[in-house]
């Protein structure tokens, strides 16, 4: 099940947090995790998130690992969110010695071509009809789901899902926000940030207009 992932080399020291139904990582848990981590060690929160976007974890492909029985799985897409929330968080601690610290720019910067990555992987990989709907994964029901929606259905086809349709809305807003706060510092941001807006746009559009009647994935 694994056998696309030969380049995987985990060798890395991963927080746990706790014994009993671990030790294993889920990206989606870690990046969580991360957040109150920031709190105490903003450094090793930093490191966490980081080293799931290294070429040693992230596949040539850009998917970012799931989890370590099946690492071609798909996790809500909450990186993004969870980089930036650490970002502020550590920024917040920085500016109690330094008042003008602009935060750790490297860290994001550097987190963020990674995760714009992922995030065609996203695009090219789970919007199979390039209609803006996603598909795919342990995503807003966890792993609970009557289906496996990683897998074909038993009569074939796909299951066009609002909950990841959503997180990769999130996810476009989420890019946007950093690199927003990249383009304060160099303006070669800008545009990007401007790209992730548009593509917000794409996602919302679909969720209100998808089907004949335009129904939408939202039911009151």
């Known amino acids: 099940r694994n056998r696309e ?17 671990y030790p294993w990582y889920a990206a989606w848990d870690l990046a969580f995790h991360c957040i109150p981590l920031a709190m105490i060690d903003a450094e090793f929160a930093k490191s966490q998130l980081d080293v799931l976007t290294r070429e040693w974890f992230m596949h040539p492909n850009g998917q970012i690992p799931a ?9 809500p897409p909450v990186h993004a969110w969870a980089a930036w929330r650490v970002f502020q968080i ?9 008042a003008a610290d602009p935060g750790d720019l ?11 990555l992922n995030f ?4 090219n990989r789970k ?4 209609r803006n709907v996603f598909q795919g994964g342990f995503l807003g029901l966890d792993n609970i789901g009557v289906f496996d929606r990683s897998a ?32 304060l510092h160099n303006r070669v941001y800008e545009g990007i ?16 207009d998808i089907g004949e009647h335009g129904s939408g994935l939202w039911d009151d």
């Open 152 to 183: 074909p259905l038993p009569t074939g086809g796909h299951i066009d899902q609002s909950d990841s349709t959503a997180w990769m809305a999130m996810y476009s807003l989420n890019l946007m926000r950093i690199a927003i706060e990249l383009a």
């Open 106 to 116: 490297e860290f994001l910067e550097r987190i963020f071509h990674k995760l714009m």
């Open 193 to 208: 940030a401007t790209k992730f807006f548009e593509h917000f746009l794409y996602i919302a559009k679909a969720m209100t």
């Open 127 to 130: 919007d199979s009809e390039g």
């Open 5 to 21: 992932w030969e380049h995987l080399n985990n060798a890395d020291i991963i927080s746990m947090p706790d014994k009993w139904e």
């Open 90 to 98: 550590d920024r917040k601690q920085r500016r109690k010695r330094d």
């Open 120 to 123: 065609t992987w996203w695009v």
């Open 67 to 75: 989890y370590e029985w099946a690492f071609g799985d798909v996790n």
